[in-house]
Each structure stands twice: as C-alpha cells, then as structure tokens.
C-alpha cells in the first residue's frame, strides 16, 4: 500500500530524499521497496533535464503554500478555534445524519491489468520482471517488476536501470478493452447499473444481489472474482467491500493482488479504520493537499481531520472542510448518479507568446468564432463567458462575465471576450481560451442533436457514467495548487490538429446537471488550493461568490480533454491514459510541458512542435538505420524520443542500451 510521502526535508549529502516524484509513490506490490535506492536513481537521472526544474519549481511553490498556510493558521486566535468547534460539532451532527449503512459496495480492480493481459496472451513473461510502454513511458509494471520500484507513470529508460532485466511489452489497447468488456459483463450480472471507473475498475451496489441470494457481501466479492477469473481465462482481481464508495475503493487495495478486504457496514468499525487510515490513501487527496495538511497542519490521518476540524473551517471554505470532516467521519457516496449532462463548451489556442495587442485581438476573434461555431453546430446558447488567459510567465488568468440573454453568436462572444481581455492588458500572453457555459436547459433539452450527444457519450464507453466518486473527483481537480497551470502546459501544441481535438473537446466534455448547479459547483470549488490567484482571492472575501459581472473564477474542467483525446489518448505522444489516473496524467503533462520548455530554449530551430519534430526524429531513426535494440516496442514511434527533454539521462539510457 502506498506509504505516502514524507515531509520534505532535505539533507545536503542526499539530495534524493526530498526529491518525491510520482515514481517514487509506492503502489500495490511495492511494500519491501528500497524507497531511498529509488529515490536517488530517479533523482541521478533525471537531475538537471527540464523535467527536473519543473519538478524543483513545483515543489517550491507547493513549500510557499504550505508558508501561507502555516502564517494564517498563526494568526487564529484561541476565540476563533473555538467558534470554529462550535460549526465543527454542528455539522457533524448534520453530517452524522446522512450516514447511510443500509448500502453495500463492491470496489473491484484488476491486478496490473495491461501486464496482467499481456501475460495471458504470452505465458513466457510468467514470473519475469515486466512492464507495459516503452522507454519514455510505462504503463504498468507486473508485481515481479514492481519489487524493483518500477510502476505506472516511469520513464522506461529509468524503469530499466532499476531492473536490468526488465522485458517491455507495447501498449495494447484494444486489447485491453476487449478484457475490460469481459470484466463488465460479470460485473453486470451483480450489479446492471455498475460504475466504471477506468477500464480495469468499478463501483458496484450489491446490497440487491446480496439480499435476493442471502449472501454476505465478502463472499459476493468471492465469487465474482473468481468469475472475472474465469471469463476472462485467467485475469485475477481485488476487491473492497464497504458501506460506501470511497471506503469500498480504500478497501480494495488492502489485499492486493488478487484478494479482497471487507469493512462491517456498522458504525463503529468504519471509525476504527478511517481513524488511522493516512490521508493520502483517500482518492482525491493528492501530494499537494497531503502536503499542506501534513506539514502545516500536522494532519496524517483520516481520523484527525475530525480532531483538527476546527483548524480546517477556519482555513478552508466550507465545501472543502466539509470533505475533509466527512471523510474523517467515514462518509461516501452510497446513491448511484445520474448520467451527467454537458456543463460547458470551450475553445482555445496556444501561440508563441506575445504582447502584440493586435495580435492577441486577433487571436481572440478567431477563437470567438471557433467557439461560436461549435456552439451552433450543438444548438447550445449559453449566457456565462469565461476568459482564459496564460501569460508568458505560465500565470493563469481566469475573467467571467454573465451575459444579458442567451447567446451563440459571435459577435456577442467577441464584444464581451474584447472587454475582458482589455481589463488584463498590456501583458504577454501565450494562451487564450473562451468558455460558455450556463447554458439555456430550454433549447437544449427540445434540441435533438443534445440527445445524440449524450447518447454517444453513453455509447462510447458506459464508464462516463461517472468515472468516480464526486466527492474526491471534484476535490482532486481543484485542490492540486498547480494543476491550472501544469494542466494548461499541456497545450503546448495543439493548434497542430486543432479541429479534430476540439470535436473531441466537444464530445467529452466534463458533465453536470443544471446551469445552477454548475454555478453552485464553481462557488463552492475549493479556493484555497487552488494557487496563488485564489489564494489571494480567498483571503480577500469568502463571501465574493456568483460569476456576476468581471470576476475571477476557477478552473476550466473541461480542459484535460484537449490533451486526452476520446478521453483517454495523448495527442502529443498516443500514450493512453484513462481519466481516473489524476495524478499520473498530472505528471504526463509536466513531462511534455518540460519537453516544451526544452524545445523553447534551444532556438529557433526546436521550436517545431512536439508531433512534427516526433516525425522528424522519426525520420531521422530510419534513415541511419541505427542499431538501437527494439526493446519489444512495435509502437516506438508514438512516443516521444526521451533526450528531447532528459538529455543527461538519455546518455544513460544509450549506454544502456548498447551495453545490452
Ligand atoms: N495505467 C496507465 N498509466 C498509469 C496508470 C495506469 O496506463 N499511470 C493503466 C495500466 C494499468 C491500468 O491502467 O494496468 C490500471 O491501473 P491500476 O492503477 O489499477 O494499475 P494496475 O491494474 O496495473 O495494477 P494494480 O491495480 O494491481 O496496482
Ligand atoms: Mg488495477
């Protein structure tokens, strides 16, 4: 089980200690792991790339957070920790009475699902180190490999130097949806509103199940694995049993792989295990957020985010305490959600940047148009208008304003877009996104393209239900304080096959009920987390709520979609990586960002974008027919060649490679 990460402390002679990157995060398998031989080959060879500043600048930004949280926690008197006990006590009181434990939940994740498979169709790789990718990406490790720290989200040429002996295997696909769809028609027969997560997870609701056939949910969890075993030929699963979501998915990592773990649906139990449950192992709480509630407010454990409570309303806005006490209380989602009905729809680009003023009008007219166009071709008017902005120096910049009526056009878009974006000048922008959102339900709903939309949202693939649990979902995506702008980095190219991105943008967009809704969902989001903008924002009013008139409002959600095309697929590299994986997807964009930022510093010459200079490169390969071991990877070529960014330890890997 993932350990978490330990505060970050720095001792001069081993500089790899503080040095915590998402390969250094131990997973299932990774229990009797060397942490600190990892942490120093992770840190030996990637120290000095591009991608190693900006882990450095991350990690500086995230110690500023963790200052200011510490400075307001200093300056709370005794009067306001006690007043603050007093909101503490009610809404436990109020949360305690949504406990629901009439439910039972069934978590179930394949074990290292791609490696997993791989092995099926290959028993030669049976009880051999292996994992799936290539040498600029893994995907996943099997667990012989993981004993050597290998995991999800490593460079291979890193992964390889931990274990020579390592065997790659190309990512496959299509083949793993055809195992997932096998796991999906067991699943069904538990529970026919399921909820997938990603393609090797699901959430199911058992209590029918387990009430029709007078069986107890653990052994439900028994039998469906060994059926997943069986219909897919050989594929071993783990389960969690729970009273609700998050604990279910907690609990079915405890026994990993192929085991399962049951939590009594009553009271007592669950507080027993939430109580000294680390934080880190709730979906939604991610190395930031650990961060800042370990080292500045010394929370470790579920159970002492009830103890410090009065500490988190003081410091954080309600939607944000009110998750945290809920999930020291055990609390989870116990309903199945509806399917979610389209929130926003947005457009942007990404250019050198530049202060031209001309230009930068320019920009934002083609974009008005861009945005209009899509919205017409959906039938969507919509009366919220939010600018995006990224300065030269990677600030986001976020500027709503509520319309008088309901609008597509776009002239209406640009007239509004012009004034907001004249408010911010003069500044150097290399980012301009349009977002509508609130949109006219009346229209919509008579509108039959909406019904084919949503129809092919369903259609493409039944885990958009809902991919997780709102509560950490929500959280995750708001709560990381650099994800707006690591997320937005990623668009470093995308003018490049601008339109089929935005249909794609225009398909998956992340979902909601009502325009109110939404508009609840971005005042409620929590600020503080949320970088420095927000920060400041929230020092300053915590009542400054609805997006009325100019005001500055939180992240485009619906931006991971231009980088994950059809959800799931980098258009920079192909490497597939399904929604759930926030963290690992979080890293992914550095790594191109970091790519991005190597290209920009090496002149003018490099500043061909990532997908033409992969063709180059490629090229390049061919021609001097070098005699690189192929390393199993059929699939080279989507990934980007590692020394675009990690030129120090892309030497490495060639010495490597030749020694082999
Ligand atoms: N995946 C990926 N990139 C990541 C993480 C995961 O492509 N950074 C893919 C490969 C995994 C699959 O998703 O096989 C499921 O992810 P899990 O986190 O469930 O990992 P595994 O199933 O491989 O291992 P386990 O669940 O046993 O820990
Ligand atoms: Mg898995």
């Not at 791609?114 to 028993?123: C, D, G």
């Not at 919509?444 to 991919?467: A, E, Y």
């Not at 109110?516 to 987390?529: G, I, S, Y």
Request: aromatic letters at 6%; proline letters at 3%.
């Amino acid at each position: 089980m993932d350990e978490g990460e330990s505060s970050s402390t720095n001792s001069p002679s081993r500089p790899w200690e503080s040095y915590n990157t998402v390969f250094t995060n131990a997973k299932a398998g990774m229990e009797g792991v060397d942490k600190e031989k990892v942490q120093r080959i992770v840190y030996e060879m990637s120290k000095g790339s591009k991608y190693f500043q900006n882990e450095e600048r991350k990690e500086a930004l995230m110690k500023q957070e963790i200052e200011l949280m510490r400075d307001r926690c200093a300056k709370l008197s005794s009067s306001d920790l006690s007043n603050y006990q007093k909101v503490v006590d009610r809404r436990i009181l109020e949360l305690e009475a949504t406990r629901d434990l009439s439910r039972v939940w069934l978590h179930v994740d394949m074990d290292a699902f791609y490696a997993a498979v791989e092995t099926l169709s290959n028993p030669s790789l049976k009880g051999k180190p292996m994992a799936v990718g290539g040498l600029s990406m893994i995907s996943t490790a099997n667990y012989e490999a993981r004993k050597f720290g290998v995991r999800a989200a490593m460079p291979g040429f890193i992964a390889r130097k931990l274990c020579p002996d390592l065997i790659f295997v190309p990512v496959d696909f299509p083949k793993y949806t055809h195992y997932s769809d096998l796991t999906r028609k067991v699943f069904k027969n538990y529970d026919p509103n399921f909820i997938a997560g990603s393609l090797d997870e699901a959430y199911l609701d058992i209590t029918e199940v387990c009430r029709e056939r007078g069986l107890s949910g653990g052994e439900i969890a028994e039998e469906l694995r060994s059926s997943v075993h069986s219909e897919t030929g050989g594929l071993t699963c783990s389960a969690g049993v729970a009273a609700n979501r998050l604990l279910a998915k907690v609990c079915s990592d405890i026994n990993k792989p192929n085991g399962q773990f049951v939590l009594q649906n009553d009271r007592s139990s669950v507080m027993t295990f939430i109580s000294s449950l680390p934080i880190r192992k709730i979906g939604g709480i991610g190395k930031v957020t650990e961060h800042i509630l370990k080292d500045a407010l010394e929370i470790k454990t579920c159970g002492d985010m009830v103890l410090k409570g009065s500490l988190l309303y003081a410091l954080f806005t309600q939607s944000s305490a009110d998750f945290f006490l809920s999930v020291g209380l055990g609390l989870g989602k116990t309903d199945t959600p509806e399917v979610r009905s389209r929130k926003s729809i947005s457009s942007e680009r990404t250019f050198a940047a530049t202060g031209d003023e001309r230009l930068l009008y320019s920009k934002l007219a083609e974009i008005a148009e861009m945005l209009s166009h899509d919205m017409k071709k959906e039938g969507l008017t919509a009366r919220t208008l939010t600018l995006k902005l990224k300065t030269a120096s990677f600030e986001i910049r976020s500027r709503a304003v509520s319309l008088q009526r309901y609008t597509c056009s776009s002239e209406d878009i640009l007239k509004h877009a012009t004034k907001l974006l004249k408010a911010e000048l003069p500044v150097s922008i290399r980012l301009i996104g349009l977002r509508m959102s609130q949109f006219n339900e009346e229209i919509r709903h008579s509108d039959p393209s909406q019904g084919t939309i949503t129809k092919f949202i369903v259609q493409k693939d039944s885990s958009r239900q809902n991919l997780d649990d709102n509560d950490s979902f929500d959280l995750e995506a708001s709560t990381n304080c650099l994800s707006n702008d690591e997320r937005l980095s990623s668009y470093a190219s995308h003018d490049t096959s601008y339109d089929q991105l935005k249909e794609d943008v225009v398909k998956y967009e992340e979902q909601s009920v009502t325009p109110e809704q939404e508009c609840k969902k971005e005042e409620e989001r929590p600020q503080v987390l949320e970088g420095d903008a927000l920060l400041r924002k929230h020092k300053e009013s915590k009542s400054e709520t609805s997006a009325q008139n100019t005001e500055a409002v939180s992240v485009f959600p619906q931006m991971e979609p231009l980088l994950w095309v059809n959800g799931y697929k980098c258009n920079l590299c192909g490497i597939e990586l399904p929604p759930s994986f926030v963290e690992e997807r979080q890293e992914h964009s550095d790594f191109h960002l970091a790519q991005r930022l190597q290209n920009e510093e090496s002149g003018p010459s490099s500043s061909t974008t990532p997908t033409s200079k992969r063709r180059i490169l490629g090229k390049e390969k061919a021609n001097s027919k070098q005699k690189k071991q192929k390393l199993n990877q059929k699939d080279d070529s989507k990934h980007i060649p590692i020394h675009t960014f990690f030129t120090k330890s892309n030497q490495n890997s060639n010495d490597e490679t030749q020694k082999k």
